[in-house]
């Protein structure tokens, strides 16, 4: 049985990103089980979107304004 995720907004500034490449992790752990290609891609292509969400957090001020 999985944790209870926490809510992202309930996050630290500097656990968000954290947060999103757990997320990642386990989308890309769940495309290697499925058997489907079509799915699979779709899942690989979800683990992407959370690593770019990632890298975002982790270029946000703690206010949470983007840097750069």
């Not at 769940?30 to 799915?39: H, L, T, Y």
């Not at 891609?41 to 683990?47: D, G």
Request: proline fraction near 4%.
């Amino acid at each position: 049985m999985r944790a209870p995720m926490i809510p992202v907004n309930k996050l630290s500034t500097s656990d968000i990103d954290e947060h999103w490449h757990k997320c990642a992790d386990e989308a890309r752990s769940v495309a290697d089980d499925m058997k489907d290609e079509i799915s699979k891609q779709m899942m690989l292509q979800i683990a992407d979107d959370y690593e770019h969400l990632a890298k975002r957090a982790a270029h946000r001020e703690p206010g949470g304004r983007l840097i750069g």
